[in-house]
């Protein structure tokens, strides 16, 4: 009653026209107007606004594209009916009815624009929150205002088909070389009948079972069947007709690598940059927040955090020596003996800053026995991590559980953020179809380790590029070290080489990388190739040069923020930070010099620093 007080008939049928499900993703008459026949509601014919009248009895039994003589029987019925109400003569209901359907079909996206990863993650939050508030997203025309900035995106993408582009093409010609496929297991040997167990986890196998359940011959048939189908390519437009089987297609996506890549501001925790794989359109899997993998030695800053916030400091020294960790596990006494990377071990007594930038296994390992694999579980779920993690001796190496770039993101820029966790973003706002405000987001931080901490952290995270040997090394490549910048980091290689890490840090934003298989059977064999230095450190120097380029960004170099206390002066170690990429010493005689300089020895004058 009172909707019949405040319209007339011919609003309130407009308000249903404007919102109602027409199919195929279609809400609203306009929408489905241009996916049904791609053209306007005033352009449509009588027989075209029958159809689409006649549809919304059954949206998907009346579904033209797909039930056409379903949706004929239906749309004739409306015919009729118009001739019963006077609308149409008898002979003008009868042309009608006799014009076939012809549709242009190409289903309306409720957005513009291509289809994205960081478009598929604001959707499923602002779709959370309409749930939960009684909104329909599309239905009540809400406008989303995002934290993506649409440049910085622009680059990350951009960096990151650049450079798995050029890394596909050298894994494909790795395993060609070998003569195998990539799938292999712990032995380097290739797992048999991979592609075939890989099928049987698939939806498509569990339909085709269903559809020839009791009938072998015809399932294996059908899943060997060709057909013409579209693939992803890394040549020209990436749309190659093949004829391939389902076997022959999961078997030719099982050989890309995939990359997941996220910046965000580490003080308002807004996320700037979202790339969750290669291509959308093909590889749905979102490696920013649905992926979760071993982390690596990206995963020690936590080990070495711990130490710090327990009176710890970064010029305290452990010894690179091969150890044995004895412990418990459900009971029985066990032992673990961790390898460094080389399988070398230097004896040098060194610091921890000094092990953490060279990623140390040894003196990771023994640090993480000093203060307890639990309590290093404990200050990573402190600073953002928030997958389950066991307090195993092996946590410090990556080996405690799998995270996501969207969680190594959150912790990494608690250390920039002077101590305080900054929650994720990707929404600032929600506004109705009239512009009015109906939820505004804010950032949210919440203090979880001393800013003293927090500084020492980015101070060690910087020993990456300022301390020989490094494993940041590598960014001395790129454009980054005009006024006095500072890029701290870690890079991370999971066994076998299955994961490549890297995070950065700098005054402003806080980035991660991942690169890897689909599988963790998918990998290269050697760490010429296959270590997060090699794999993901290149996408993180490419993209952060390409940001500190763009003049629209206006992205200022410059020192890690100074902490807002006095920084006790005995935890600054002693040592060479050069302003430019060094040249090649071998391994050895650094070490050697090192010591020589850490133990206050005399240096000859014939060597110069």
Same mark, same amino acid.
């Given at each position: 009653?009172? +909707?019949?007080?405040?319209?007339?008939?011919?609003?309130?049928?407009?308000?249903?026209?404007?919102?109602?499900?027409?199919?195929?993703?279609?809400?609203?008459?306009?929408?489905?107007a241009?996916?049904?026949?791609s *053209?306007?509601?005033?352009?449509?014919?009588?027989?075209?606004?029958?159809?689409? !009248?006649?549809?919304?009895?059954?949206?998907t039994?009346?579904?033209?594209? @797909?039930?056409?003589?379903?949706?004929?029987?239906?749309?004739?019925?409306?015919?009729?009916?118009?001739?019963?109400?006077?609308?149409?003569?008898a002979a003008?209901?009868? !042309?009608?009815?006799?014009?076939?359907? !012809?549709?242009?079909? &190409?289903?309306?996206?409720?957005?513009?624009?291509?289809?994205?990863?960081?478009?598929?993650?604001?959707?499923?939050?602002?779709?959370?929150?309409?749930?939960q508030?009684? #909104?329909d997203?599309?239905?009540?025309?809400?406008?989303v205002?995002?934290?993506?900035?649409?440049?910085?995106?622009?680059?990350?993408?951009e960096?990151?088909?650049?450079?798995?582009?050029?890394?596909?093409?050298?894994?494909?010609? @790795? /395993?060609?070389?070998?003569?195998?496929?990539?799938?292999?297991?712990?032995?380097?040997?290739?797992?048999?009948?991979?592609?075939?167990?890989?099928?049987?986890?698939?939806?498509?196998?569990?339909?085709?079972?269903?559809?020839?359940?009791?009938? %072998?011959?015809?399932?294996?048939?059908?899943?060997?069947?060709?057909?013409?189908?579209?693939? @992803?390519?890394?040549?020209?437009?990436?749309?190659?007709?093949?004829?391939?089987?389902?076997?022959?297609?999961?078997?030719? #996506?099982?050989?890309?690598?995939?990359?997941?890549?996220?910046?965000?501001?580490p003080?308002?925790?807004?996320?700037?940059?979202?790339?969750?794989?290669?291509?959308?359109?093909?590889?749905? #899997?979102?490696h920013?927040?649905?992926?979760?993998?071993q982390?690596?030695?990206t995963?020690?800053?936590?080990?070495?955090?711990?130490?710090?916030?327990?009176?710890?400091?970064p010029?305290?020294?452990?010894?690179?020596?091969?150890?044995?960790?004895?412990?418990?596990?459900?009971?029985?006494?066990?032992?673990?003996?961790?390898d460094?990377?080389?399988?070398?071990?230097?004896?040098?007594?060194?610091?921890?800053?000094?092990?953490?930038?060279?990623?140390?296994?040894?003196?990771?390992?023994?640090?993480?026995?000093?203060?307890?694999?639990?309590?290093?579980?404990?200050?990573a779920?402190?600073?953002?991590?928030?997958?389950? +993690?066991?307090g195993? %001796?092996?946590?410090?190496?990556?080996?405690?559980?799998?995270?996501?770039?969207?969680?190594?993101?959150?912790?990494?820029?608690?250390f920039?953020?002077?101590?305080?966790r900054?929650?994720p973003?990707?929404?600032?706002?929600?506004?109705?179809?009239n512009?009015?405000?109906?939820?505004?987001?804010d950032?949210?931080?919440?203090?979880?380790?001393?800013?003293? *901490?927090?500084?020492?952290?980015? #101070?060690?995270?910087?020993?990456?590029?300022?301390?020989?040997?490094?494993?940041? &090394?590598?960014? /001395?490549?790129?454009?980054?070290?005009?006024?006095?910048?500072?890029?701290?980091?870690?890079?991370?290689? *999971?066994s076998?080489?299955?994961?490549?890490?890297?995070?950065?840090?700098?005054?402003? +934003?806080?980035?991660?990388?991942?690169?890897?298989?689909?599988?963790?059977?998918?990998?290269f064999?050697?760490?010429?190739?296959?270590?997060?230095?090699?794999?993901?450190?290149?996408?993180?120097?490419?993209?952060?040069?390409?940001?500190?380029?763009?003049?629209?960004?206006?992205l200022?170099m410059?020192?890690?923020?100074?902490? *807002?206390?006095?920084?006790?002066?005995?935890?600054?170690?002693?040592?060479?930070?050069?302003?430019?990429?060094?040249?090649?010493?071998?391994?050895?005689?650094?070490?050697?010099?090192?010591?020589?300089?850490?133990s206050? +020895?005399?240096?000859?004058?014939?060597?110069?620093?």
């Amino acid at each position: 009653m009172e +909707l019949e007080r405040r319209y007339t008939k011919n609003e309130i049928l407009a308000l249903y026209f404007n919102t109602v499900e027409y199919g195929s993703q279609a809400y609203g008459v306009k929408v489905a107007a241009k996916t049904f026949y791609s *053209t306007s509601p005033d352009s449509l014919s009588i027989e075209q606004a029958a159809m689409l !009248v006649g549809m919304l009895n059954n949206p998907t039994a009346y579904n033209p594209q @797909f039930h056409p003589e379903a949706a004929k029987r239906r749309r004739d019925l409306v015919l009729t009916r118009m001739g019963q109400a006077g609308v149409l003569t008898a002979a003008e209901v009868a !042309v009608q009815q006799a014009t076939p359907i !012809v549709l242009q079909y &190409q289903v309306e996206k409720h957005v513009d624009g291509p289809e994205t990863y960081y478009r598929s993650a604001i959707s499923q939050r602002a779709n959370e929150w309409c749930r939960q508030n009684g #909104y329909d997203l599309y239905r009540d025309g809400l406008k989303v205002y995002t934290t993506i900035d649409s440049r910085m995106q622009g680059h990350a993408e951009e960096s990151v088909d650049k450079k798995m582009k050029s890394l596909q093409q050298a894994f494909d010609r @790795f /395993w060609r070389n070998r003569g195998t496929d990539p799938w292999v297991d712990e032995d380097g040997n290739v797992i048999p009948n991979f592609i075939e167990t890989q099928m049987k986890r698939t939806q498509q196998y569990k339909r085709l079972a269903a559809r020839y359940a009791g009938q %072998p011959a015809r399932l294996d048939s059908a899943l060997n069947a060709k057909r013409p189908m579209k693939v @992803f390519t890394w040549k020209g437009d990436r749309d190659t007709t093949l004829l391939l089987s389902p076997l022959d297609s999961l078997a030719y #996506y099982k050989h890309f690598l995939h990359a997941g890549l996220m910046t965000m501001d580490p003080y308002t925790g807004q996320i700037k940059a979202w790339v969750g794989g290669i291509d959308y359109r093909f590889f749905q #899997y979102d490696h920013v927040k649905q992926g979760k993998r071993q982390a690596g030695s990206t995963f020690k800053p936590f080990v070495y955090l711990t130490a710090l916030d327990n009176g710890y400091a970064p010029c305290d020294r452990i010894r690179d020596e091969r150890v044995t960790i004895n412990y418990v596990e459900n009971g029985q006494p066990m032992e673990w003996k961790p390898d460094n990377v080389t399988r070398e071990y230097t004896g040098m007594n060194m610091t921890l800053r000094y092990a953490m930038a060279r990623s140390v296994n040894s003196v990771t390992a023994q640090l993480t026995e000093k203060v307890g694999w639990d309590n290093v579980a404990k200050y990573a779920h402190k600073v953002g991590i928030k997958s389950k +993690l066991l307090g195993v %001796p092996s946590i410090g190496l990556g080996s405690g559980g799998d995270v996501s770039v969207y969680e190594m993101v959150n912790a990494y820029s608690t250390f920039v953020n002077q101590g305080f966790r900054p929650e994720p973003m990707l929404i600032t706002r929600i506004e109705d179809q009239n512009g009015n405000v109906l939820v505004q987001f804010d950032p949210r931080q919440k203090r979880v380790i001393p800013a003293e *901490t927090a500084w020492l952290m980015t #101070y060690m995270l910087r020993g990456g590029m300022e301390e020989p040997g490094g494993t940041s &090394q590598a960014l /001395w490549d790129y454009e980054l070290w005009k006024k006095n910048n500072q890029i701290g980091g870690k890079t991370g290689t *999971t066994s076998n080489y299955s994961d490549g890490w890297y995070m950065g840090i700098t005054k402003d +934003l806080v980035t991660g990388v991942w690169v890897g298989g689909e599988d963790r059977s998918i990998h290269f064999v050697g760490s010429q190739q296959g270590e997060g230095g090699r794999t993901a450190l290149p996408i993180f120097g490419t993209y952060m040069e390409k940001l500190y380029q763009d003049p629209e960004l206006d992205l200022k170099m410059g020192p890690l923020p100074q902490p *807002t206390v006095k920084i006790n002066k005995k935890y600054m170690c002693v040592t060479a930070e050069p302003r430019r990429r060094p040249e090649p010493v071998d391994s050895l005689v650094m070490d050697d010099l090192l010591e020589k300089i850490n133990s206050g +020895l005399a240096i000859p004058d014939s060597i110069k620093l």
